[in-house]
């Protein structure tokens, strides 16, 4: 982190005076949510078979010590998707800095608590822990309203997001990052969140020029993980597009379990032990893709093609 303590100026409580909460919407987070879980499980409970020789993994001889990883998700939990990764490079002496977009407020989850202010607290302490148990830096709470107010309409909504993206932007400058993580289209589960949140840091990356070069992965569940066609196609990710293969260590999966376990409101302890069993009896890797393949200029459409 460059200057935390002006990222905590920057990012004070934003608009929170409108409850977002329905009855429509609950359920649909709740499957959301179910989606997301399947995804983690499953992309870690099979083996993948494809040849790990195109792999751009960081080398383990480049050291990550000094590197910055700005890891971009939506919720409160969602970061669990590459907690190992996380883990791995704090642990060698990166400096991981975590953004949260937003406030998880209608994730009512196993509590008895309804979508609002004492939820969102109580999310933002198990991040908190989350983060600890992974030996990352204390994560950047942006504080936006889960579900991105949506029930706005066009006219909420886009101005929403538009600010988000110039906070994010503000972020991007001050954490100076050497990478940056983030959900892609699939979004891991297909939740609109999360695809909006990939979609606007790819934006606010895009916009700048390569000043410095700076990688940007999303994370992915390979398409060889998943069992169910439709899933495949809503939230899969072709295994040879995720060229970049990160293994991990017992360590970094313990690390993560217990991270996982501070998301009590959350999941039940059936779930918090599934997860674990999976994770344990996993491949013990992380799969991104690589966002840009190529810095090469050109005027042929087909040149990839032709190759
Ligand atoms: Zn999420």
């Known amino acids: 982190m460059k200057n935390k303590q002006n990222i905590s100026l920057y990012f004070t409580k934003i608009d929170t005076t409108n409850d977002y909460c329905s009855i429509v919407g609950r359920p649909i987070l709740l499957f959301f949510k179910l989606l997301f879980v399947v995804g983690i499980l499953s992309s870690c409970g099979e083996k993948k078979n494809v040849s790990t020789e195109q792999s751009t993994t960081i080398p383990e001889n480049i050291s990550a010590k000094g590197k910055t990883i700005m890891a971009v998700f939506a919720h409160p939990d969602d970061e669990i998707y590459i907690g190992p990764l996380m883990s791995k490079y704090a642990r060698q002496g990166a400096n991981v800095q975590l953004v949260t977009v937003t406030d998880g407020r ?183 893709r690589p966002v840009l393949m190529s810095s090469t200029k050109t005027d042929n459409l087909f040149q990839l093609v032709d190759q």
């Not at 589960?189 to 979609?199: E, L």
């Open 106 to 288: 209608y994730g009512t989850g196993q509590t008895d608590l309804k979508p609002g202010e004492e939820l969102t607290t109580l999310r933002h302490k198990e991040l908190n822990c989350a983060a600890e148990h992974m030996g990352i830096e204390r994560p950047i709470w942006m504080g936006y309203h889960d579900q991105l107010k949506l029930k706005d309409g066009f006219f909420g909504h886009v101005p929403y997001i538009q600010e988000i993206m110039r906070k994010m932007d503000s972020l991007y400058s001050i954490i100076n990052p050497d990478v940056i993580i983030t959900w892609g289209p699939d979004g891991g589960s297909n939740h609109m969140d999360h695809r909006i949140v990939g979609a606007s840091i790819t934006q606010v990356y895009l916009s700048k020029s390569k000043v410095k070069d700076v990688d940007l992965y999303y994370v992915a569940t390979p398409s060889s993980h998943i069992v169910d066609e439709d899933q495949k196609l809503l939230a899969g990710v072709a295994d040879d597009y995720l060229t970049t293969e990160i293994t991990y260590s017992e360590e970094d999966r313990e690390s993560t379990i217990l991270a996982f376990q501070c998301y009590k409101s959350q999941y039940s302890e059936e779930a918090m032990k599934k997860k674990a069993e999976r994770l344990r009896s996993g491949d013990h890797k992380v799969y991104l």
